[in-house]
C-alpha cells in the first residue's frame, strides 16, 4: 500500500512533466520524480522495528558486534544509491535551469509552445 | 545587488562562522556518525552563499574568489583520484584499495576513534572540498546572468 | 507505520498543489514542502545519512529555482497543452499506475517490513553489515559502502558533478563586450 502511494507521487511528476506548457513547470515535474524514485529506494530496504545501520557504543561486545544489531539493522545498500542519486540531481537541476534562462534570454518567454513559431 | 537590512547583516556575519563549523565538523566524522563529504561539502558552500545573499557579490568573492574556487574544484577531483591510484601499490593491486586502514591501521585497536577506517576520511574531505567549490561557483554565477528579455539585453550591451 | 501514511498524503497533496497552481512562486514553495516532507520520512525510515543530505540538497535547489524564476512578469502561466494530447497522456498514465499496483500486489515483491536481504542466505548486505567494521574499519556502515566496497560509484558520482557544473558555467558564460562589438558590426 505505502509502494501504490510512493508510485502515485511519480505518476503526478510524469503528468506534470508530459502535460505542462511552462518550462518551469515541467522542471518541477521532473524534480518531484526524482524525488519519488528515492523514496521508492528507501522504502525497499526498511526492517520493521528496525536501527540505523551505524555502529555506536551499545551495539559492541568487547569488540565484536551484538546479535541484536546484526539482526535488526537497515539495509545500508540502497541508502548508499540514493545518497548519490540525490547529489547528481542537484548538478543536473543547476544545468536544466541554466539552459532555461538562457532560452528566456533568447526568445522572451518560458512557453515552450511559442518556442516553436519564433523564428531565430 | 545590493544586500539587505542591518539585522540580517548583523546576524548573519555570526552565523556564517557556525555554518562553517558546522560543515568542517560533518565532513571529518564522516566515517563514525551520519554525514560524509557530500552533505558536508554542500553545508560549507552553504555558508558562502549566505554571505552573498545577505550581503552582495562582491563581499563573497572577497573571501572566496572565484578563480580560486575553480582550483579548488580541480585540486578536490586529481586528489581524490590519486588517492584511488595509489592503492594499485599495495596489497592486493586494486584500484581504490583501502591500503592506509589493511597495512598500517589493522594492528592498532582503532574503533570508533577519529584516526580509524584508513582513507575513508580523506576521501571525504577530498569529496567536501570539490562539491563546497563546485556549488559556490554555480551559484554565483547564476547571480551573475539574470534572467532578461532580449529587449533589456539588447540595452545592455548597447552601453 | 501511520506517520508513513500521513507524510505520504502531504507530499501527494503538495505535488498536485505544485502541478496546478498557476503562481510559479508558490509551485516552487511546494516543491520545497515535498522535500521536507522526504527528508522527515527519511529520518522515520532509519536513514540518518539521506536525511542530512537531502534536506541540505533540497534547500539549495530552491535558491537555484528562485534565482530562475523571479522575473518581471512572473504570473504568466498559461496551461496545458492541447486537449487531445492531455487526454492520451491521463490514460496512459493511469493505465501504467494499475499495472504497477497490481504488481506491488503480487507474490513475488517483499511486502514492506521485511526487505529481500533477509530472505536471502548469501546476499551482499548481510557481509556488509557483519563484516564491515572489521575490514573497512569505519563505524558508519554507509561511508564504508561508499569509499570502500563500492568506491568506483562515487569516482562515477564525482564526474558527473564535475561534468554538470563545468556545462552550466560554459552555458552561462555572459558574452565579453568585444565578441559581441564584433558580431554587431
Known amino acids: 500500500m505505502i509502494y501504490a502511494l510512493c508510485f502515485l507521487l511519480f505518476m503526478i511528476g510524469l503528468y506534470c512533466t508530459v502535460v505542462k506548457k511552462n518550462m518551469v513547470k515541467i522542471v518541477l515535474g521532473i524534480l518531484v520524480m526524482e524525488y519519488a524514485v528515492n523514496l521508492f529506494l528507501i522504502l525497499l530496504g526498511f526492517r520493521t522495528k528496525g536501527v540505523a545501520p551505524i555502529i555506536d557504543r551499545h551495539a559492541l561486545e568487547g569488540g565484536q558486534l551484538t546479535e541484536l544489531f ?23 537541476l543547476a544545468l536544466i535551469i541554466s539552459v532555461c534562462i538562457r532560452i528566456y534570454n533568447k ?12 523564428k531565430g | 545587488m545590493k544586500g539587505m537590512t542591518v539585522i540580517v547583516k548583523t546576524i548573519s556575519s555570526w552565523v556564517k562562522i557556525l555554518i562553517f563549523i558546522f560543515g568542517i565538523y560533518i565532513i571529518l566524522f564522516g566515517h563514525l556518525s551520519p554525514g560524509g563529504g557530500f552533505p558536508g561539502g554542500v553545508i560549507l558552500a552553504s555558508s558562502f552563499i549566505l554571505l552573498m545573499l545577505a550581503f552582495s557579490r562582491q563581499e563573497a568573492e572577497k573571501y572566496f574568489p572565484l578563480s580560486v574556487a575553480s582550483k579548488f574544484d580541480c585540486i578536490g577531483a586529481l586528489l581524490f583520484i590519486l588517492l584511488a591510484l595509489m592503492g594499485l601499490g599495495f596489497g592486493i593491486n586494486a584500484f581504490f584499495w583501502n591500503f592506509l586502514q589493511q597495512e598500517y591501521l589493522a594492528a592498532h585497536e582503532t574503533v570508533l576513534k577519529l584516526i580509524s577506517a584508513g582513507s575513508i576520511p580523506l576521501y571525504n574531505i577530498f569529496i567536501g572540498l570539490k562539491v563546497c567549490a563546485s556549488l559556490f561557483l554555480v551559484i554565483v554565477v547564476l547571480s551573475m546572468t539574470r534572467p532578461e528579455l532580449p529587449s533589456e539585453q539588447e540595452q545592455h550591451l548597447e552601453e | 507505520m501511520e506517520i508513513f501514511y500521513a507524510l505520504l498524503i502531504f507530499m501527494i497533496i503538495a505535488a498536485i498543489v505544485a502541478t496546478e497552481t498557476n503562481n510559479l512562486l508558490s509551485s516552487v514553495i511546494c516543491i520545497g514542502a515535498i522535500g521536507f516532507g522526504a527528508s522527515l520520512m527519511f529520518l522515520f525510515l532509519k536513514a540518518p545519512d539521506i536525511a542530512i543530505t537531502q534536506i541540505v540538497v533540497e534547500v539549495l535547489g530552491l535558491i537555484i529555482l528562485i534565482r530562475a524564476t523571479i522575473t518581471r512578469d512572473l504570473t504568466f502561466i498559461t496551461g496545458d497543452r492541447e486537449f487531445f494530447a492531455v487526454v492520451v497522456s491521463v490514460v496512459v498514465i493511469f493505465v501504467i499506475f494499475v499495472v504497477g499496483i497490481v504488481i506491488f500486489e503480487t507474490e513475488a515483491f517483499p511486502r514492506f517490513g521485511e526487505p529481500v536481504f533477509a530472505q536471502i542466505a548469501d ?54 563586450r568585444k565578441t559581441l562589438e564584433v558580431s554587431i558590426t
Open chain 1, 70 to 92: 546484526v539482526n535488526t539493522s537497515v539495509d545500508p545498500l540502497p541508502q548508499a544509491l540514493v545518497l548519490t542519486a540525490i547529489v547528481i540531481s542537484l548538478g543536473s
Open chain 1, 107 to 118: 526568445y522572451g518567454t518560458f512557453d515552450i509552445t511559442q518556442i516553436r513559431r519564433l
Open chain 3, 123 to 176: 546476499s551482499a548486505s548481510e557481509r556488509y553489515i557483519s563484516q564491515g567494521l572489521n575490514e573497512t574499519g569505519a563505524a558508519n556502515l554507509v561511508s564504508s559502502v561508499i569509499l570502500d566496497y563500492r568506491a568506483y560509484d562515487t569516482l562515477g558520482e564525482v564526474t558527473v558533478l564535475f561534468t554538470c557544473i563545468i556545462g552550466t558555467l560554459v552555458i552561462l558564460r555572459y558574452p565579453s
